[in-house]
T-cell receptor
């Protein structure tokens, strides 16, 4: 069973540019969550998508956005990049959406991440 | 406001001894807790979890203890092995509907080094 696949694994951008990251969840998983990991800050929740709808959003500016397609694949976009956006962006999938409270929603399976460097 | 705290950024343990990683939380609505392990250049991997109706859950060398009154949980690894060297994240979740607290909230992690 294939795991969560994130592309690209590494990328370098300059300030002001935009970036799009892609995530393919585990087959059968319909919930996709995105997290940002920076040194010393742990994993910060960005947003969750389920059935092509954003179900939950963390405390990030509107420059961070995402979407989910009918096949559950998800993309996140960061516009007008800032130096502080340099981070590891992690995608995770689960069987059910967090808000349902179902047991299948508790355990997230993470991808290897996309390492973004903003110069 | 950090709701899940891992106050020790790092921990060094000798191979074969016990590793104890600690985690504190502030939100009494959290009722499901997980530990994840992360190696460099890889995503976090689920390790073990515990529901608030329990105070202990064991899986092989890994045991998680939950003290709800103290809002504290700990992960015990016995015996520790060099391959356990990784960053360990504690995460918490409230099993209620809607709102931003349905997602997992992570601590900042503790880097465990197990020396041969």
């Amino acid at each position: 069973k294939a795991g969560v696949t994130q592309t690209p694994r590494y990328l370098i951008k300059t300030r002001g540019q935009q970036v799009t990251l892609s995530c393919s969840p585990i087959s059968g998983h319909r919930s996709v969550s995105w997290y940002q990991q920076t040194p010393g800050q742990g994993l910060q929740f960005l947003f969750e998508y389920f059935s092509e709808t954003q179900r939950n959003k963390g405390n990030f500016p509107g420059r961070f956005s995402g979407r989910q397609f009918s096949n559950s694949r998800s993309e996140m976009n960061v516009s007008t990049l800032e130096l502080g956006d340099s981070a590891l962006y992690l995608c995770a999938s689960s069987l059910a959406a967090h808000y349902t409270g179902a047991s299948g929603a508790n355990v997230l399976t993470f991808g290897a991440g996309s390492r973004l460097t903003v110069l | 406001d950090q709701q899940v705290k891992q106050n020790s950024p790092s921990l060094s343990v000798q191979e074969g001894r016990i590793s104890i990683l600690n985690c504190d939380y502030t939100n009494s609505m959290f009722d499901y807790f997980l530990w994840y392990k992360k190696y460099p250049a890889e995503g976090p991997t689920f390790l073990i979890s515990i529901s608030s109706i329990k105070d202990k859950n064991e899986d092989g060398r890994f045991t998680v203890f939950l003290n709800k009154s103290a809002k504290h949980l700990s992960l015990h690894i016995v015996p520790s092995q060099p391959g356990d060297s990784a960053v360990y994240f504690c995460a918490a979740k409230g099993l209620f509907y809607g709102g931003s607290q349905g997602n997992l909230i992570f601590g900042k992690g503790t880097k465990l080094s197990v020396k041969p």
